[in-house]
């Protein structure tokens, strides 16, 4: 079991920055992949950012060129680098891991962007 607990969330505005982790209660470095998806009010889940074991990182092309994913085995901490953010951002943003082939959740942490 890994838990994960999202932070770093909060109201921004337009053209702004976050950057939101992600603490896990155990090591990540078996991990086969690890990223962030988000749910929009409305809307369904949709993967934001992942990274592979093989250092392979994709985005959605909606933030391509906005967002950043990395981590940091020795803190055991992920991170979501997001800079000009746009009102359409605005969701739960959600960590996930995948070690041993189960997937492993936060709870989310929440932002909004507006003025």
């Known amino acids: 079991q890994v838990q994960l607990v999202e932070s770093g969330g909060g109201l921004v505005q337009p053209g702004g920055s976050l950057r939101l982790s992600c603490a896990a209660s155990?090591?990540?470095?078996?991990?086969?992949?690890s990223g962030w998806y988000r749910q929009a009010p409305g809307k369904e889940c949709e993967l934001v950012a992942i990274?592979?074991?093989?250092?392979?990182?994709d985005y959605a092309d909606s933030v391509k060129g906005r967002f950043s994913t990395s981590k940091d085995v020795i803190k055991k901490e992920l991170y979501l680098q997001m800079s000009s953010l746009k009102p359409e951002d605005t969701a739960v943003y959600y960590c996930?891991?995948?070690?041993?082939?189960?997937?492993?959740w936060g709870k989310g942490t929440l932002v909004t962007v507006s003025t």
């Open positions: 155990r090591s990540i470095f078996g991990a086969s992949d």
């Open positions: 996930k891991v995948r070690i041993g082939g189960m997937d492993f």
């Open positions: 990274m592979f074991s093989n250092g392979r990182r």
